[in-house]
C-alpha cells in the first residue's frame, strides 16, 4: 500500500540534543512538507521541498534543518536551538495533479525531558 | 491578517442536529481547496476537496466561494463519531503549499 511513513511515534529528547524524525513516501510525489502543530493549535508550515535537492523555509523554520537527499525521503533534525521543541510534528506528500491533496503520516510527538 | 482564518469554537451540537462552517481565506490567487478531520491526537485526513460548483458526500456538502473568498463545509444528521476538529486548508497559488487553518472544534452530544 502506498502512504507516509513516519518514524518514531514518540520521542523524547534531553535539552540541548540535537534529533532527527523520519518521513518517507512512496506515492512517488514531488513535493514534501514538514508541520509542527501544538495543542489547540492549526498545523504551522516549518520546511518544504518541492523537488529533490532543494528545500526552502516556511514560516517557522528557526531552530530546524532538513535534507532532500532522495524523493521518497525528507528527515527533519530539530536542533538544540529550537528553544521549544515539544510538539506534535506531521509530514505531509502531494502532487499538483488532483489539486495538491496532503497525505500526512502518523505524526510524532516529540517532547523534551 | 492571517491566510487561512476559522472560528476555533467548540461548536457543541445534540445528535441529528445540522451545523454549518465556514473558513475565509486572504490569497485571491488560491488554486485548490479541502476540509480535512482531524481526530484528537492523530493526523490529519482528507475529508473532502471543494469544487467552485459545490460539492456533496452523503450529509457532507462543501461549497467555494471565490468572490467572497470564503469555503463552506455542512454536516447535515449529525453523529457521535462526527466529533472531531475540521481543518481548512487551502493551496497557495501555482505552488500548491498547502496552508491550514486552526480547525473548528465539533462536539456532538446524544
Known amino acids: 500500500d502506498g502512504g507516509i511513513t513516519q518514524s518514531p511515534k514518540y520521542l523524547f529528547r534531553k535539552e540541548g540534543q540535537n534529533v532527527t524524525l523520519s518521513c518517507e513516501q512512496n506515492?512517488?510525489?514531488?513535493?514534501m512538507y514538514w508541520y509542527r502543530q501544538d495543542p489547540g493549535q492549526g498545523l504551522r508550515l516549518i520546511y518544504y521541498?518541492?523537488?529533490?535537492?532543494?528545500?526552502q523555509k516556511g514560516d517557522i523554520a528557526e531552530g530546524y534543518s532538513v535534507s532532500r537527499e532522495k524523493k521518497e525521503s525528507f528527515p527533519l533534525t530539530v536542533t538544540s536551538a529550537q528553544k521549544n521543541p515539544t510538539a506534535f510534528y506531521l509530514c505531509?506528500?502531494?502532487?499538483?495533479?488532483?489539486?495538491?491533496?496532503?497525505?500526512f503520516g502518523q505524526g510524532t510527538r516529540l517532547t523534551v525531558v | 491578517r492571517k491566510e487561512v482564518e476559522q472560528d476555533p469554537g467548540p461548536f457543541n451540537v445534540p445528535e441529528g442536529a445540522t451545523v454549518a462552517f465556514n473558513c475565509t481565506y486572504s490569497n485571491s490567487a488560491s488554486q485548490s481547496f479541502f476540509w480535512y478531520r482531524q481526530d484528537c491526537r492523530k493526523e490529519p485526513k482528507l475529508l473532502m476537496s471543494?469544487?467552485?460548483s459545490g460539492n456533496e458526500d452523503g450529509r457532507f456538502t462543501a461549497q467555494l466561494n471565490r468572490a467572497s473568498q470564503y469555503i463552506s463545509l455542512l454536516i447535515r444528521d449529525s453523529k457521535l463519531s462526527d466529533s472531531a476538529t475540521y481543518l481548512c486548508?487551502?493551496?497557495?497559488?501555482?505552488?500548491?503549499?498547502?496552508?491550514f487553518g486552526r480547525g473548528t472544534s465539533l462536539i456532538v452530544h446524544p
Open positions: 521541498s518541492q523537488i529533490v535537492n532543494d528545500f
Open positions: 486548508v487551502v493551496n497557495q497559488g501555482g505552488s500548491y503549499i498547502p496552508t
Open positions: 471543494v469544487y467552485s
Open positions: 506515492l512517488n510525489h514531488d513535493a
Open positions: 505531509a506528500s502531494s502532487t499538483p495533479a488532483g489539486g495538491g491533496e496532503a497525505f
